[in-house]
């Protein structure tokens, strides 16, 4: 009897045994499987440089990002984003004149990040993330008028020129947010680093915030 009972504890715990290992090797694998996620977002881009307005540009995001997990929380990420920017402002001037601005945009963003992601409590999950973003210009249009007394040549941009612009910009930003279960939550701020404007005597760079929604497959 005591030699049965003592080989029904054995059964018992090489059995528990193999279904910790078994769920802990599925959690690993888990966690270490390539994550991809579908984004919607909305933010303010603002240009900086002389003789350029500061009036942010709207913009729309959405595109899938691809995330290679690594280790001890670490990860890769990368991706691939549209965005629509568009926006118009008003600037006035001593001699009672003043210009009216019209812009829109089309953009392709592909980030390289560094990730990090911390499980917290009651499934949710803290992450953050830093890294370039390579902002590709499809499309610009910026149209400006004059009010008020305006001059001889019209400052109207009807043929889509973008102001000789680069049609690179190559981005430094940082962020992070909030999982739980398939669903986040983020923000993010972006440095421009080159400057936009070809003609050197009137640089300009970009820069702006952003947040986002995210859903992970």
């Not at 669903?183 to 005597?201: A, F, M, P, Q, T």
């Amino acid at each position: 009897m005591r030699l049965s009972i003592a080989i029904l504890a054995i059964l018992l715990s090489f059995t528990t045994a193999t279904q910790a290992q078994t769920a802990k090797k599925d959690t690993t694998t888990n966690e270490k499987s390539i994550k991809y996620r579908a984004e919607i977002g909305y933010g303010q881009v603002f240009r900086h440089g002389d003789f350029t307005p500061t009036f942010p540009y709207h913009t729309l995001k959405g595109g899938l990002n691809v995330e290679f997990p690594l280790s001890l929380g670490f990860g890769i990420e990368t991706g691939l984003k549209y965005s629509m920017g568009f926006g118009k402002g008003f600037q006035a001037y001593s001699n009672n004149d003043s210009i009216k601005y019209k812009y829109s945009g089309h953009y392709l963003d592909i980030p390289a990040r560094a990730t990090y992601t911390l499980p917290i409590f009651w499934g949710l999950k803290l992450f953050a993330y830093a890294g370039p973003t390579f902002n590709i210009n499809i499309a610009h249009k910026h149209d400006m008028s004059e009010v008020g007394n305006p001059s001889s040549n019209s400052l109207t941009n009807p043929s889509n020129n973008p102001f000789n612009l680069n049609r690179l910009n190559i981005q430094l930003g940082a962020g992070g947010g909030l999982q739980w279960k398939n669903y986040r939550v983020k923000s993010g701020y972006d440095w421009g680093l080159n400057n936009l404007s070809k003609n050197k005597n009137r640089p300009q760079r970009a820069q702006g915030w952003y947040v986002a929604f995210e859903y992970e497959f």
